[in-house]
């Protein structure tokens, strides 16, 4: 049902773009055109796969190109919602984000056999009406600072400032002190972040219609928090004390997370976590780098909460782990089974504390560590075992492995592009 939901929900915006190019036929010939082909290796298929054109290449083959003012199309015309970013992945100096246009961010479905598939960017005639959001994050002040992300398929939330800020006595004001991540399961493909914590923390965590958290996280990793490792204890950050959003949809959300220096073991280390979430993904991607005093390599550890469901539903939990993956997967008496999942390329080694199963990997401060972190629920229709979610996280970590490959055409006629 996603790939076509998803494009019904966009239908909308579409049919207006359309309207903007009722005109544009008769002069097809003289339009400048980008000429994209997008391959990979594999013979599953990749639904909602994101495909990025540097916007450097736009701009050579568009002079003079406007963001608000391009058109999209398949092979079969069909035009497609289409993102353009200010995060340039190739920019020497991240600090210049903002600045300049990074990418062109739209997705396709490849179906299963599809290896190969072709599309065209051209200048639009009409400035192009905003597409309907599907991925979206924000901070969240007046729950705390909670930090939250979505897409049409999944939400997260981790844990802000003001939620580890001493509580006032007799306030009886929550305080907690942790980097877990949350995960809220949701039926609609539309946006609820703001609609749920409208509604309010004892809302959310029942279900209403629209999903619920039904995730405990506490002081544990929950899904993906990260800490160092000294073969025996975990040592993690406090809340996280900054943000930067990078990008905020349609098709893609980017931010940053800053963790101040907490004590490893005797050794200052903080870490800065850049999050990324595509539409129709059920995994969010997360690049981490840490700075620490003293020129040793680090010992990471991401970890999956042991007890990850509340006491109420009689939780059965199973955990599977292989060299550069851990799953786990939790069946209970009525909110219905979920699998969690942490993919980490490189990984090194297995743990556990008495909070977590971990997963580890051996790190050099200032070097990026990039792993995936996703979660799925059985009464999405999708995945209804343990065996079911296995395979959709070992279908995504090959997914991950061989990434589609963008080369541009030549123009038609032949010549250089």
């Known amino acids: ?59 050579r083959q568009l002079p003079g190109a406007r963001l608000h003012q391009l058109a999209v199309r398949d092979e079969t015309g069909r035009l497609l919602p289409y993102q353009v970013t200010n995060v340039d992945p190739q920019a020497k100096d991240p600090r210049g984000e903002g600045k300049a246009y990074g990418e062109l961010l739209f997705q396709h479905d490849f179906a299963a056999g599809e290896q190969q598939a072709r599309f065209t960017i051209e200048p639009a005639e009409a400035v192009v009406p905003p597409f309907p959001a599907q991925a979206y994050a924000r901070p969240v002040p007046e729950r705390l600072d909670d930090f939250a992300w979505e897409n049409d398929r999944i939400a997260h939330r981790t844990y802000g400032p003001a939620l580890a800020a001493p509580a006032p006595p007799g306030s009886g004001k929550e305080v907690l002190v942790s980097s877990g ?118 010992r990471v550890a991401l970890g999956l909460h042991k007890a990850p469901a509340y006491a109420a539903q009689a939780p059965v939990i199973s955990t599977h782990r292989a060299p550069d993956t851990l799953a786990q997967w939790v069946r209970q008496r009525s909110a219905g089974d979920f699998g969690t999942a942490l993919i980490l390329p490189g990984a090194d080694g297995h743990g556990a504390d008495a909070l977590n199963e971990l997963i580890l990997a051996t790190v050099v401060a200032g070097q990026p560590l990039r792993y995936h972190l996703g979660a799925a629920v059985s009464w999405s229709g999708e995945f ?25 055409d030549p123009p038609a006629g032949g010549g250089a592009p």
Do not use: C
Request: aromatic fraction near 8%; avoid cysteine.
């Open 181 to 298: 991540i949350d995960v809220w399961f949701k039926r609609p493909s539309y946006l609820v972040i703001d609609r749920w914590y409208t509604k309010g923390h004892d809302h959310y965590h029942q279900e209403q219609g629209e999903g619920l958290d039904m995730v405990a996280v506490g002081r544990s990793r929950g899904l993906g928090g990260t800490g160092v490792w000294n073969g025996q204890q975990l040592f993690t950050s406090g809340n996280y004390s900054r943000w930067r959003i990078l990008a905020n949809g349609p098709i893609r959300v980017a931010f940053e997370l800053a963790y101040d220096a907490w004590d490893a073991d005797g050794r200052a280390v903080s870490e800065l976590k850049r999050i990324t979430l595509d539409a129709g993904q059920l995994f969010t991607a997360v690049e981490s780098r840490f700075t620490a005093a003293g020129p040793q390599p680090l």
């Open 1 to 59: 049902m996603r790939g076509p939901h998803r494009r019904a929900v966009l239908a909308a915006g579409l049919a207006l773009l359309m309207a903007g190019h009722a005109g544009l036929a008769g002069a097809a010939e003289h339009t400048p055109r980008l000429q994209l082909t997008v391959r990979h290796t594999l013979a599953a298929a990749r639904p909602a796969e994101t495909i990025a054109v540097p916007w450097r290449e736009v701009a």
């Open 384 to 408: 209804t075992s343990a065996e079911a979610w296995q395979a959709h996280v070992a279908a995504w970590r090959d997914r991950l492995a061989a990434p589609v490959q963008v080369s541009v």
